[in-house]
């Protein structure tokens, strides 16, 4: 079978074609800490996230002055904790075996 298309139907095809495709939504730089729970850590609480990986690993701080600190707001004072995710996901792969992901909270 052999379809032929005039401009106006190809158009139209088009047309209905378009907003059932997915575009690539642009990655984000930083993001909250409750967004990106789930995804960079494996769903941990906020409470554990922040003892087992933030304070364990102080240089991942920003406030710490540190090159390469990923995170800024930690431990609140009114902020909300935000994520450089560029640098936090290279961090989280190399690190991943220096985190004991079995700790439970105090």
């Known amino acids: 079978m052999h379809l032929t298309l ?3 139907s190809l158009q ?3 047309e ?3 907003p059932l495709i997915k575009q690539d939504s642009p990655q984000q730089d930083w993001a909250k800490l409750a967004e990106i729970r789930d995804d960079l850590f494996a769903g941990k609480s906020p409470a554990w996230i922040r003892l087992y990986i933030f304070d364990t ?3 991942v701080q920003i406030e710490n002055g540190q090159r390469g600190a990923w995170v800024k707001g930690v431990h609140g004072q009114g902020n909300v904790t935000r994520i450089y995710l560029p640098t936090a996901r290279k961090w989280m792969h190399e690190h991943h075996d220096d ?3 079995t700790a439970r909270l105090p």
């Open 6 to 8: 005039d401009q106006a």
């Open 99 to 101: 985190i004991d992901w």
């Open 16 to 18: 209905l074609v378009a």
């Open 57 to 59: 690993f102080p240089e």
């Open 12 to 14: 139209e095809l088009a």
